[in-house]
């Protein structure tokens, strides 16, 4: 039987199980053309690897290898306190794990937002949050767009979701499926689904471009991936950017793909934690020295590193994909500024 102490930290790796039942059928997306990655019922990887199990997890949360982070990780910036509206330019600020905030073309666009304490189904247990928000919920100014990569608890956050529907009404943009999910708490919403190599026109000159990404979803059993995921590009008013979402490397396609797409990118938001340990972790999530061969990929001019030191997924220290990206950098001769491992409330701005 587990004692209280392995339940609490079971319930916190729920949101990374990459399996449940085959025969579960939990909610069905709406009608979606059968493709490369989805088959009718479920979505896909084009070149999907097997997909860990309950004993690979089991086998990982008893290892004994997890690094223990302290209850606090505070960021060395202030809170931020963005203008209304920014016009010309673009302005992006790090929340915190994958939440980020954008500003141009006279648009206020949220990804990912989780303002929770946790990122778990569950209150009592799961991942806690180790820093504040860098953006308090109440200074943020009106939201007119939100981008949802997927469906896994540290990036769809639907309590954040209500709290913004029920403030701003904001248009929610997010892949084929996750319309079932958010929908579940506020029936009003206004969500334009869509699939890979879809754009979504904005307004103001500013449109969203769904792009590949190696992953997966579930929001509990019967669910695992029943709704898809992605990766964005994002282009406002004459300047690109690129959220990686979640994903693992595999053969780099993803971001040769989206470079080609893009044509230039002028900022790149790419995770650098969650990696340890390697063997369950690859397939899903990319680490720091992939993520330097991604930013490459990419072509961007600029990358800042997200998906670490706010909520403990895995198994590697709080600072340890910081070094580890520090590592890589050197390792390949590349300038460090050039891809920096945000915290929250660090702001980038271009002209």
Request: charged share 20%; glycine share 10%.
């Amino acid at each position: 039987m587990l004692n209280r102490r392995e339940l609490v930290k079971l319930v916190g790796a729920l949101p990374l199980l990459a399996t449940t039942s085959a025969s579960a059928r939990g909610p069905q997306p709406s009608p979606i053309p059968v493709s490369d990655h989805f088959d009718g019922e479920r979505f896909h990887n084009p070149d999907d690897t097997p997909a860990k199990g309950l004993r690979d997890l089991l086998r990982w949360q008893w290892s004994g290898e997890r690094t223990e982070w302290p209850d606090g990780y505070p960021s060395p910036f202030a809170l931020d306190r963005p203008p209304a509206r920014v016009d010309a330019g673009m302005r992006v600020v790090l929340v915190g794990h994958s939440s980020f905030f954008i500003q141009g073309g006279g648009l206020n666009i949220l990804i990912d937002p989780v303002w929770s304490e946790r990122a778990s189904p569950v209150a009592f247990a799961g991942p806690r949050r180790r820093n504040v928000p860098g953006i308090a919920f109440d200074d943020l100014p009106a939201i007119d767009v939100v981008l949802v990569s997927h469906n896994h608890y540290d990036h769809l956050d639907r309590a954040t979701l209500v709290r913004l529907q029920e403030r701003d009404a904001p248009l929610f943009v997010t892949p084929l499926g996750n319309d079932r999910v958010i929908h579940g708490r506020a029936r009003d919403m206004r969500i334009v689904t869509a699939d890979w190599g879809d754009t979504v026109e904005l307004g103001s000159g500013v449109s969203v471009r769904l792009e590949p990404a190696r992953h997966w979803s579930t929001r509990g059993p019967g669910t695992r991936n029943r709704a898809l995921w992605c990766a964005f590009t994002l282009l406002v008013v004459g300047r690109t950017l690129y959220y990686a979402g979640d994903t693992g490397f595999g053969d780099g396609d993803q971001f040769r793909q989206a470079a080609a797409n893009a044509g230039r990118i002028d900022l790149a938001l790419l995770p650098i934690g969650a990696y340890a340990p390697r063997w369950f972790m690859k397939d899903q999530h990319i680490n720091p020295e992939e993520a330097v061969r991604a930013f490459q990929l990419l072509g961007a001019r600029q990358a800042l590193g997200c998906h670490w030191g706010t909520f403990q997924l895995t198994d590697e220290g709080v600072a340890q994909p910081a070094q580890d990206l520090a590592a890589a950098l050197q390792a390949r001769d590349i300038p460090p500024g050039s891809f920096v491992a945000a915290r929250p409330g660090q702001v980038w701005t271009s002209a």
